[in-house]
């Protein structure tokens, strides 16, 4: 057992690695209610070209997002089901870079994490059953591409982005889906649901002797060879300057991005992240400067935000929301950036906004079901979600001045509108 200690926490993270790579964590929380625990797998829905056992395989899009779904269906019955008799919560999620399955339980914690060990390690598709998910997930494509901020968050990375497979929406689209078989679905998790591309976290009160007993017992004894995955050519310019799409909104809807360049070799992607929603919110958040103006103008709404987001082989800071003119936004926030990147930003904004991002983070550790994915993304990047705290010392004004500047190209920033119809 490994057992990392984090003083000015108070936090501990138990781990521990099993035979065939499955790494299992403890985060101790002693007095809570509930115990949650996650199980994902480093896959998401760019992960849609990859070559496994010396094939190369081009899925169609969805293909992460369709066998989410299928995961809950067993031989013997729906996994859903089996939660329901137990009182527990479960659910399920797929991002661009992960797919997880996870519960929430106040008691038969390991009754529960039996059913997500064998459902999740344990696939069965047969044509009828994922001819019949083919309908469902249709209607809710269907929903998604009926949201305007959906719709907006698809152009922008078309947009950013040439060949990557980002530009794909996470469901694909009922054309794509329709090309989905039972074999292709086989296929996937054969090349990314091998125990050493995956991680089991459990966040609350639990033994962890037991849960990796329990996961060696209903995990596989060996590992597969994980897919070989790709993502195309980059380079540094953006796609498009604009992309635009006409929808019923009452006013414009906008997104601006950032192209910013890929997490480097050796570089923490934690502290990448860090440092990226710190520069975003330093630029555009809710208590910036240039917020208060716009706003002041009329030009957004209290529903302005950002966020910034790492990707394989990608990065980007996101800003946007509604306005009723979007144009004149983007150049009051290409004017601000190029300011920031030429005179560096304030020294008493940057101390006050990166304590206020701290303290962002820091409740996260008070909130099981946040903690327990931040610490799923931090695992499968080689370090641990409250190791935050050692990396917001190493982030000075200066490294936010120099994302800046590679954020002030012109080149580098893609707007996606959505405009009434």
Known sequence: MNIKTYSALDEQIQMRTLDNGLRVCYLPKPGFGKT??????????????????????DTPAGVAHFLEHKMFEDEDGNALQKFAR?????????SHVMTAYHFSCT???AENLEILLKFVFTPYFTDENVAKERGIIGQEIGMMDDTPAWRAMVGLYEGMYRNHPVRVSIAGSVDSIARITPETL??????????????????GTADLDEVCRMAAEFSPQTAAVVGERHYGVRREAVNELLVEQRMPVSQPQLLLGFKDEPV???????RRSLLGQ??????CGDTAPLYAALYEKRLIGRDFDVDYTLL???????LGGDSRDPDAVREAVVQQVERLAHEGVDRALFTRMKKALYGLHLRVLD???????????????????????????TIGPDDVQAMFARWARRDRLTMSVIRPR
């Open 36 to 57: 949650f625990a996650i199980l994902a797998t480093n896959f998401g829905s760019v992960d849609a070209s990859f070559t496994f056992e010396g094939k190369r395989y």
């Open 86 to 94: 137990t009182g527990a919560s479960p659910n399920a999620f797929t």
């Open 107 to 109: 008691d038969r914690f």
């Open 186 to 203: 086989y296929t996937c998790h054969r090349a990314f649901y091998s125990p050493n591309n995956m991680a089991l976290i459990v966040c």
């Open 264 to 270: 480097q070799p050796g570089e923490s992607r934690l």
């Open 278 to 283: 710190l520069a975003a919110r330093l630029l």
């Open 312 to 318: 394989p082989e990608g990065a980007c800071a996101l």
């Open 367 to 393: 909130v099981p079901e946040a903690y327990a994915r931040r610490e799923a993304a931090a695992l499968f990047a080689g370090e641990h979600y409250p190791d935050f705290a050692v990396l917001f010392d």
